[in-house]
């Protein structure tokens, strides 16, 4: 079974700082997605980021990005130019890329919160 | 907007006195999951309907049921709950299981007194 482990419960950064959140996970499998799901106080989980196994770039959107390092199974999201409005819990997420019924959940971390000072 | 509905936003129930949670899409998605999201856990798959095929993740427990009487709605079914019952209740949806994004709902915030 795949696991996902994020260790660190809370972070903070200094509006307009850069930070970043680490995820690792561990797997047997060779192909599979990772995802950065972000969830504002109150508000439903959206999608910030997801990669690809097979690629070796780096995902990016606008300010966020990963460092995938698949050997080291590790997945981390550095957010840049940080927003009062990005502060939330995040979640980092595996998705098997082998589909079934039974694949297609996602394995979540137990998430980090993130708080931005002004 | 298309979205996914979830009411009531917050739901306080007895132990032991059953509650029903409601899921709604207007993305005309075709999988619907419900996960379980306990203070400072993950979130945790209890099941998921393709279509009208249900499946059971195999530890979740006999007292949550699942139905979907249409492509649009979802309920989430708590035969007797008890204090370890109380969670977030998420409700996601996925065009099918080759879309790998999941869209998720505000979620049910459940309290069992």
């Known amino acids: 079974a795949q696991t996902v482990t994020q260790s660190q419960p809370e972070m903070s950064v200094q509006e307009a700082e850069t930070v970043t959140l680490s995820c690792t996970y561990d797997t047997s499998e060779s192909d599979y997605y990772l995802f950065w799901y972000k969830q504002p106080p109150s508000r439903q989980m959206i999608l910030v980021i997801r990669q690809e196994a097979y690629k070796q770039q780096n995902a990016t959107e606008n300010r966020f990005s990963v460092n995938f390092q698949k050997a080291a199974k590790s997945f981390s999201l550095k957010i840049s130019d940080s927003q009062l409005g990005d502060a939330a819990m995040y979640f980092c997420a595996y998705r098997s890329a082998f589909v079934t019924g039974a694949n297609s959940k996602l394995t979540f971390g137990k998430g980090i919160t993130l708080s931005v000072r002004p | 907007d298309a979205m996914v509905i979830q009411n009531p936003r917050y739901q306080v129930t007895q132990f032991g006195k059953p509650v029903t949670l409601s899921c709604s899409q207007t993305l005309n998605h075709n999988v619907m999951y419900w996960y379980q999201q306990k203070s400072s856990q993950a979130p945790k798959l209890l099941f998921h309907?393709?279509?009208?095929?249900?499946?059971n993740e195999a530890d979740t427990p006999d007292n949550f049921q699942s139905r979907r009487p249409n492509t649009s709605f979802c309920f989430l079914d708590i035969r007797s709950p008890g204090l370890g019952d109380a969670a977030m209740y998420l409700c996601?949806?996925?065009?099918?299981?080759?879309?790998?994004?999941?869209?998720f709902g505000p979620g049910t915030r459940l309290t069992v007194l």
């Open positions: 996601a949806t996925s065009r099918d299981y080759l879309e790998n994004e999941q869209f």
């Open positions: 309907y393709y279509d009208k095929d249900f499946n």
